[in-house]
């Protein structure tokens, strides 16, 4: 009779092989028929991605003007929590899992994430190192922990029944209603409903990305600070430091301005006259442009 378990196995393998994840190439399918998991063709062979599937759409980093405007506007713990990840890159379910005993001599040891209830270890073996605390966080825990009734152990952000707090629910009742508020009677959008005027959010506001633009915006400051690629790479704590510059590092529109006028300013200018056919040089250079009759 074959056991519960080897079933399990068996589904498991198959679920694997219909979503594409071993492929016929590898040896995975020869193995899987092998040890008896799966019979018959690849059901990934053939297979093509859609190419009327839409684009993935441009992920989204806090600057460092954001990041202190969202911290000026946030209560508590909100703005605790939402400094962690944006000054420490802490994934949200790492936030959530943080212990008291976790923080020592000037570090946060990330030792486990809890995601939909469930404790787990970090995502990676490298997401279980070290974290430095920045002075102004430090001192954002600190006055943290105080109003916590000072714990030496425990969850650092717990809800009133001592669980670990649910930053979904932070997100929720105290970042969003802060950060949309009307430009005219500064309400925010849940409290509007009574007013006599239109609703319109104040675009001075920095908007709301989710908790992960924030642990891009580790990498992205970074990076604007002149910090290498590999050095993020390990405060990010990725596996390889491709992730960290494909994903994690977004260049604005300022930075590709910078560079390309450090290129300008590198090269040396011609002594000839060029001609300019839609007076481009004239408005950017002030300089009167020579038309080719």
């Not at 212990?99 to 990330?110: A, C, I, S």
């Not at 990676?124 to 002075?135: L, Q």
């Amino acid at each position: 009779m074959m056991m519960r378990s080897d079933v399990l196995v068996k589904r498991r393998t198959s679920t694997k092989v219909a979503d594409g994840l071993i492929e016929s190439r590898s040896a995975g399918f020869p193995l899987a028929k092998q040890q008896d998991y799966f019979q018959g063709e690849n059901p990934a062979r053939d297979t093509a991605i859609n190419p009327g599937a839409a684009e993935p759409q441009e992920t989204y980093a806090y600057s460092l003007e954001e990041i202190h405007s969202i911290l000026s506007l946030l209560p508590e713990p909100a703005a605790t929590a939402f400094a962690i990840a944006a000054f420490m890159g802490l994934r949200y379910g790492e936030i959530r899992g943080l212990l008291w005993e976790n923080y020592r001599d000037g570090e946060m040891h990330v030792c486990r994430s809890i995601w939909n209830g469930r404790v787990t270890d970090p995502k990676t073996r490298k997401g279980r190192a070290p974290v430095p605390v920045i002075r102004q966080l430090a001192e954002r825990l600190e006055m943290h922990r105080l109003r916590c009734g000072n714990p030496q152990s425990g969850p650092i952000f717990t809800n009133v029944f001592g669980k670990p707090l649910a930053l979904s629910s932070v997100a929720y009742r105290q970042i969003m209603p802060m950060l949309n508020r009307c430009e005219r009677c500064g309400k925010s959008s849940p409290q509007h409903q009574n007013c006599d005027h239109e609703y319109k959010r104040d675009s001075r506001i920095p908007e709301w990305h989710g908790w992960h633009a924030a642990r891009r915006g580790v990498g992205s400051n970074l990076y604007r600070l002149g910090v290498p690629d590999m050095v993020i790479q390990r405060i990010l704590r990725h596996a390889n430091v491709s992730t960290t510059a494909t994903y994690y590092i977004k260049t604005a529109a300022d930075d590709v301005r910078g560079a390309m006028a450090k290129l300008e300013n590198h090269i040396a200018p011609s002594a000839e006259v060029q001609t300019d056919t839609t007076g481009t040089l004239e408005s950017h250079l002030g300089l009167a442009s020579t038309v080719i009759q």
